[in-house]
């Protein structure tokens, strides 16, 4: 496996269409009250952190970036976007209520419906996109995405198979750090090893 440099990777917090139940991919929708609070709580984790010879990347997408400006606004001299941070684009499936495309498509949970997704971006390519990305990173790095994308990216990192890509942990309000091939679940109340760290 490439060796990498030390990373920070950050979902963004709660949106609205989150809280509906809602698939969003490449849609958008504004940050709840909720998921303000859980990137002011990736802020003060990343208050402790020595964050000098990083760099800051968000996806483009307004609730990431909206999430970067509040975990990092004033910790970082820039947030550069880079489209490689976006979430998997969902095709036909953005927008429309999760538990029901459950129930359509007969499926047991969620990642399926990412493979199944009517001109949809699929794992295969989304793995591509995130390998491209970390394999062009020239130094330490703080990336704010999505949820299945930071998935992705640390399944990359730690040198896993794409079949575990829904053991790889997730969650809102936290920050996983990835150092050397192992990831560490970082939370306001201290660290808590993130599952499958290898």
């Known amino acids: 496996m490439q060796p990498h440099p030390p990373l920070y990777i950050l979902r963004h917090g709660e949106t609205v269409w989150n ?12 940050l709840t009250e909720r998921g303000i609070a859980q990137a002011q709580a990736q802020r003060t984790i990343l208050g402790g952190l020595d964050l000098d010879s990083f760099t800051a990347f968000s996806s483009p997408q307004g609730r ?28 036909a499936f953005a927008g ?10 007969q499926v047991s949970d969620g990642f399926a419906l990412y493979e199944r997704a009517p001109g949809g971006e699929g794992f295969a390519a989304l793995q591509a996109r995130c390998r491209q990305f970390v394999t062009n990173l020239t130094g330490p790095a703080i990336l704010v995405t999505h949820g299945i994308t930071s998935r992705m990216l640390r399944l990359v990192l730690t040198g896993r198979d794409l079949a575990d890509l ?17 990831q560490t679940c970082l939370r306001e109340k201290g660290l808590k090893p993130a599952p499958s760290m290898r």
Request: proline share 1%; aromatic share 4%.
């Open 19 to 30: 809280a509906e139940g809602r698939l969003q991919g490449r849609y958008d929708s504004p």
């Open 64 to 91: 990431a970036f909206q999430t970067a400006a509040i975990a990092l606004g004033g910790r970082v001299s820039d947030i550069r976007t880079d489209d490689r941070l976006s979430e998997i684009g969902l095709g």
């Open 96 to 105: 429309q209520d999760r538990a029901a495309l459950i129930a359509q498509e």
């Open 166 to 182: 829904s053991q790889m942990g997730g969650g809102q309000g936290v920050v996983y750090e990835v150092r050397e091939g192992v």
